[in-house]
């Protein structure tokens, strides 16, 4: 199986669409699987699984012909899972606002509800610090990542991360 794999990957490495066809049936189904059992939901899954293999396909070339392609991908696996999980972790408010959203379109009493729950998370951000309200609104309202919001503002990472955690405290607390 070394030896089939290590074809593979040289194949894939020279933009081999059977090479890569061939990957895809080998390990669909056994990675689609492994996010299902944590994911829990099949359009959180085949999101997983179309990034899984769209990274794959990007980073065709860096590949060693000794790694094993398994293992490989059930690592980058693991880490969008992580993502995933920690993306709906931390933003309850935006699954709040497309519910209100759908809701406020045919109730006029929700609509309000909704406009005062926007008017207050408006409120608090215009409270906080600048550097916690520009991270907050790059990570959870325009779903941009650490490192690339850490590069816009000028700012490491682990500042961005502490602003976002105490961010959304004091969002959770005050919106409580």
Known sequence: MQIAEEKLIEALSQDSHEAFDLIYNMYAKRLYAYCMQYSKTTEDTEDILQGVFCKLWVNRRHIKKRQSLKSLLF????HAVIDTYRRR?????YREYVEYKAASETDSSTRIEYEEFVNRLNAILKSMSETQRNVIQRAKFQGMRNADIAAELHLS????KNALS???KTLRDKLA
């Open 157 to 160: 990472e682990q500042t961005v």
């Open 75 to 78: 690592t980058i696996a693991h």
């Open 89 to 93: 972790l931390l933003s309850p408010t």
């Open 166 to 168: 105490a961010g959304m």
